[in-house]
């Protein structure tokens, strides 16, 4: 089966009753015939038949053993982080998530370091193995600047070092219908199924991917005895967003290489830098060729003027682009990440990451294309 029909058919219609849609069941506890005698299901934190369907799905979806679904994406991070012990080392992309970097700060307290690096270039990947080298985190592309790493490469290189190391990946820019990286040889992917998954906006979730039945069940064992599991109506609103993943992923990966091609040939007149994976010049265009079915909908771009105030003229100008954080919707939306979701960075790390007073992000939707060029275009001619 092609990928678009098992996303559709492995949401199997309620074998109770043959409803298509699948049914929530909202409920904490299940009765029992006798005590320890029940259809296999005992208490919601544990098991709930809602949540085993999204856990089947992206399962399915990412080539896994098994998944896992957690309240938020962090909440999904943060269990993989509890795999770890005092003294074990992280090795990160350096510019990853802000929320992931500050929940990686929470764990040195208790003797978890990570040393972050740039991964687009692997080579420089083994002056960073340490014998306290336990888990390699990966994400790509990268937020706000999408940088793009090679996964197959740095499983290989990690793997060789130490075969025990665990690699993660972080999917959720690319979400599965552009790269699964348990197939480039990752052990376990996370998203933030927030955003590109369920897809409309309307729901914080996480999922967990693993490779085998060793991982599955630590996981599973932590997520028991911490307790973020998602809730069954979320469970549902991620199952039904789900549904459309590839027709929205593949209309917002069209529409983004139209819109990054458009603002590039503007060039020279107000914008200075475009930042997309799809577009030639992009520094790691060849890798995200030869890794990424598509190129997804999320594009960057700075101004020639270099200014907090020129990137706000454009980003409260918008009509069609709401003005908000967050990304992967239906609805496209604009972000100045200098003053919204990088303004605890300190702006001279923000600056060597490339996050530049006036780059402006654009999560692009699944709306016209012309519609959303000509929005920005009047944007633009504002300046
Ligand atoms: C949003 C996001 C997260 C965190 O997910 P939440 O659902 O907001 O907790 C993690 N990683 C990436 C790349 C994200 O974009």
């Not at 409260?316 to 954080?325: M, N």
Request: charged letters at 20%; a positive charge; one cysteine or more.
């Amino acid at each position: 089966m092609k990928e678009e029909t098992k996303i559709i058919q492995s949401i199997l219609s309620d074998p109770l009753t043959g409803a298509i849609s699948t049914p929530i069941y909202q409920t904490s506890t299940y009765v029992q015939e006798a005590p320890g005698i029940h259809k296999g299901f005992d208490y919601t934190r544990t098991n709930n038949p809602t949540r085993k369907i999204l856990e089947k799905l992206i399962t399915k979806l990412e080539y896994g053993y098994n998944s896992l679904a957690f309240s938020s994406g962090l909440s999904s991070i943060d269990a993989v982080l509890k795999l770890l012990k005092y003294d074990d080392e992280i090795l990160a992309i350096d510019d990853i998530y802000g929320g992931t970097f500050r929940l990686f700060n929470l764990y040195k307290k208790l003797g978890i370091n990570t040393k972050y690096l740039d991964m687009t270039n692997s080579e420089k990947l083994n002056l960073f193995f340490s014998k306290k080298t336990k888990l390699i985190w990966i994400e790509t592309p990268t937020n706000p600047t999408l940088k793009v790493s090679d996964i197959k490469e740095i499983c290989e290189k990690s793997k060789k070092f130490n075969p025990n190391i665990l690699i993660v990946v972080d999917n959720t820019f690319a979400s599965p219908v552009i790269q699964n990286p348990i197939k480039l040889g990752a052990d376990i992917v996370i998203h933030s199924a927030t955003k590109y998954l369920a897809g409309h906006s309307d729901v914080l979730a996480g999922l967990i991917t693993v490779k085998n039945k060793e991982l599955y069940e630590n996981l599973k064992y932590i997520q028991n005895a911490t307790g973020g599991v998602l809730a069954p109506m979320d469970c549902w609103l991620t199952i039904r967003g789900s549904q459309t993943l590839f027709l929205r992923v593949k209309k917002q990966s069209k529409n983004a290489l139209k819109i990054a091609s458009f603002l590039n040939e503007n060039k020279n007149n107000s914008i200075d830098k475009v930042y997309y994976p799809g577009l030639s010049n992009h520094k790691n265009h060849l890798i995200a060729l030869k890794q990424q079915k598509y190129f997804g909908g999320i594009i960057s771009f700075s101004l020639i003027n270099d200014t907090v105030e020129h990137a706000k003229k454009i980003v409260t100008s918008t009509k069609l682009f709401k003005l908000a954080e967050s990304l992967g919707g239906t609805k496209s939306l604009i972000c100045h990440p200098a003053t919204m979701t990088h303004k605890s960075t300190p702006s001279n790390i923000r600056k060597k990451s490339g996050i530049q007073d006036s780059l402006i992000r654009l999560s692009v939707g699944i709306e016209d294309v012309e519609d959303l060029i000509n929005d920005l275009n009047q944007a633009l001619s504002l300046l």
